[in-house]
């Protein structure tokens, strides 16, 4: 079974500062995928950002950008440039990939952007 | 092309009613994922459908709970005598050919059930 770790309850960050938001996963499956979803005070569930354990690079989408270090089991989502709008909560979700998988999340990280 | 809806997106229930919620996936998606989100916690799974059949139900409570996905129309998730803490909101998400290698899920905005 895999699971998913999010130590960070809430964040503080100032506008166009970066901010990294953390998250470790488990699992013994070597074939795996990483999502970060945003989710706003709004409540819907917006995704961002997919890698996946095969992947050479890390992935990077506009402002965000994905930190995978495999050996330590770790895929932090790092924000660049934070923008008022980027205040929501922020889930990491795993995948596996063999068979018929579900996403399973983490409780997430509320981050909060300062002007 | 619409995203995935959900609704309704709120529903207020007594004690010992029913609740149905109805999930229309993105045109195209045959799989249909159902989520719970309590206060101040991540998105349990629930239950796993594609058309017409259970794939995976390990996340759904074994009474009361029930989900279907039929040939034709929306995908419900049925709640039946409800209690206080089935109080939490309630995301469908759906996917075209099921969660893997770089295949996300479109969630709903979801339904927010309160139980009084």
């Known amino acids: 079974a895999q699971k998913i770790t999010q130590t960070q309850p809430g964040m503080f960050v100032q506008e166009k500062e970066a901010v990294t938001l953390d998250c470790t996963y488990d699992?013994?499956?070597?074939?795996?995928?990483l999502f970060w979803y945003k989710q706003p005070s709004s409540g819907e569930m917006i995704f961002l950002i997919y890698?996946?354990?095969?992947?050479?690079q890390n992935a990077t989408e506009g402002r965000y950008s994905l930190n995978f270090q495999k050996a330590r089991k770790s895929a932090n989502l790092v924000i660049s440039a934070s923008q008022l709008g980027d205040s929501a909560m922020y889930f990491c979700a795993m995948s596996l990939n063999s068979g018929y998988s579900t996403l399973t999340f983490g409780k997430g990280t509320m981050l909060l952007v300062s002007p | 092309n619409a995203g995935v809806m959900q609704n309704p997106r709120h529903l207020v229930r007594r004690r010992g009613q029913e609740a149905r919620l109805r999930c229309s996936p993105m045109k195209g998606h045959s799989h249909v994922y159902w989520y719970r989100q309590l206060p101040e916690e991540g998105l349990k799974f629930m239950v796993y459908l594609q058309k017409e059949n259970i794939i995976d139900e390990s996340g759904m409570p074994k009474e009361r709970f029930s989900a279907e996905f039929p040939k034709e129309g929306p995908s419900i998730l049925r709640i039946q005598q409800v209690v206080r803490g089935d109080s939490a909101a309630y995301f469908c998400?759906?996917?075209?050919?099921?969660?893997?290698?770089?295949?996300?899920?479109?969630f709903g905005n979801g339904t927010r059930l309160t139980v009084t």
């Open positions: 699992t013994s499956d070597p074939s795996y995928g």
């Open positions: 998400a759906s996917s075209p050919r099921g969660v893997s290698y770089n295949s996300p899920l479109h």
């Open positions: 890698q996946g354990s095969y992947d050479q």
